[in-house]
């Protein structure tokens, strides 16, 4: 049966922002050793800003900028947003068919007759076009037909207190922290790197972090320990489903990603999540 305490700490979570489902949390979060973060909108704001616009001979910025923007409006990541944010225009006007979003690369879609593909470094080899993939921030590329038709760079900025929170998780005994992402390994190290992380793996799709994921839960269990993963539920509900404890921050993510997870921050402070393990020890302390 689930002690009345239960009840206390509930009430103190949901005073923070922290939204829990279940009496599971507090068990597991008492023996959290591993914590996993998802990168973009977890431990970024997700908010992309406009870095360069850089055509490739054969267009101008502006058609650039209109191609990506026309096939990006289809789609809901960050990145994506961003670039119809700088688009000023009607982007209605433009007849779009056969929209295919593939995560983790990017999408394509057949724009007056042409086939127009925006995404990674992966997303261009797949039409074709060798890149290196070696771009010190976040660059979204654009194919036409094939041809490419150059790059659009963007940064994201590391929430305030995301070193702050990892700080916070070493001093309450998690031994390993872990950033997952599906950007490249240069632009992960060097966030990695800023906020403290222990481990880093790039260049993930989302299949790939259902499998990092599972093996540090078999690495954890053999001591008995747990695996939280922390996401804002973009491509990522199938981790934090998977996760010992699933965290879904932001609060209005998407409904799979609530449905997935264990514990939901309505804030945009990875630091709630040290705020729920104090919640869950104090909790704990209570019943024993
Ligand atoms: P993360 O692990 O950082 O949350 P995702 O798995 O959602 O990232 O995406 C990985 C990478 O794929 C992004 O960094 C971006 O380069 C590319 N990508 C995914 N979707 C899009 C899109 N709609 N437009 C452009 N690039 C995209
Ligand atoms: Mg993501």
Redesign the pocket.
């Known amino acids: 049966s689930v002690p009345l305490s239960f009840f206390g700490g509930i009430g103190a979570a949901s005073k923070q922002g922290i939204l829990v489902k279940g009496s599971n949390f507090l068990e597991v979060l008492h023996r959290l050793d591993t914590v996993v973060f998802?990168?973009?909108?977890?431990l970024t704001v997700g908010h992309f800003s406009i870095d360069q616009i850089t055509p490739a001979p054969e267009f101008t910025r502006d058609d650039l900028l209109t191609y990506a923007a026309i096939v990006?409006q289809h789609?809901t990541?960050?990145?994506?947003q961003s670039?119809v944010a700088a688009y000023h225009g009607d982007l209605q006007q433009y007849p779009v068919t056969n929209v295919a979003?593939?995560?983790?690369?990017?999408?394509t879609a057949t724009v007056n007759h042409q086939n127009v593909t925006?995404?990674?470094a992966?997303?261009l080899k797949q039409v074709g076009i060798k890149l290196k993939n070696d771009q010190q921030v976040?660059?979204?590329f654009v194919a036409i037909d094939g041809q490419y038709a150059g790059s659009i760079s963007v940064t994201d900025q590391p929430k305030p207190d995301s070193k702050q929170a990892i700080s916070q998780l070493k001093q309450h005994g998690i031994k390993r922290t872990v950033m997952?992402?599906?950007?490249?390994h240069q632009?992960a190290a060097q966030i990695g790197k800023q906020l403290g992380i222990d481990e880093v793996q790039a260049e993930?799709?989302?299949g790939d972090?259902v499998k990092v994921v599972d093996s540090l839960i078999q690495d954890a269990h053999q001591n008995k320990h747990c695996v939280g993963f922390v996401g804002?539920g973009?491509?990522?509900s199938p981790v934090l489903a998977r996760a010992d404890v699933g965290i879904a921050m932001g609060g209005l993510g998407s409904d799979a990603a609530i449905e997935a997870s264990d514990i939901v921050i309505m804030t945009d402070q990875p630091t709630k999540i040290v705020k729920a393990i104090d919640i869950s020890k104090r909790t704990k302390t209570i019943v024993w």
Do not use: W
């Open positions: 998802d990168k973009t909108g977890t990006e789609s990541h960050p990145v994506a670039i979003e593939k995560p983790g690369f990017g999408i925006v995404g990674n992966k997303a976040t660059t979204v997952l992402t599906g950007d490249n632009i993930l799709l989302p972090k804002d973009i491509n990522d």
